[in-house]
Nanobody, 125 residues
Framework: QVQLVESGGGLVQAGNSLRLSCAAS????????MGWFRQAPGKEREFVAS????????YYADSVKGRFTISRDTAENTMSLQMNSLKPEDTAVYYCAAALVAMAWRVGPFRPDYWGQGTQVTVSS
């Protein structure tokens, strides 16, 4: 089992930045892809970004490309999401997520096996 804990959410003004962090524990030595999802009020949970096990490959949803940056420190079992130029439509609960995948998996959207508890990000206009 993998446990994920997010932190770093808060209330910010549009145009500002925020950095989310996720700490992983448990079976972190497996072939584990990690990423972020978010769920805005009244909307379905959506994929935001993913990163490969080595941290060398990343993938972003079109809505956040150029503004968000995902990174990973495999030695520390942590992952971060740097969010710049935040918009009110970025307001959501952000979830750290992970999945055990085959070696042939290519970085992109994925179906999580594990979820964090979520952290609220609110962007005011």
């Amino acid at each position: 089992q993998v446990q994920l804990v997010e932190s770093g959410g808060g209330l910010v003004q549009a145009g500002n930045s925020l950095r989310l962090s996720c700490a992983a524990s448990g079976r972190t030595s497996s072939n584990l892809v990690m990423g972020w999802f978010r769920q805005a009020p009244g909307k379905e949970r959506e994929f935001v970004a993913s990163i490969g096990r080595s941290g060398g490959s990343t993938y972003y949803a079109d809505s956040v490309k150029g503004r968000f940056t995902i990174s990973r420190d495999t030695a520390e079992n942590t992952m971060s999401l740097q969010m710049n130029s935040l918009k009110p439509e970025d307001t959501a609960v952000y979830y750290c997520a992970a999945a055990l995948v085959a070696m042939a998996w290519r970085v992109g959207p994925f179906r999580p096996d594990y979820w964090g508890q979520g952290t609220q990000v609110t962007v005011s206009s």
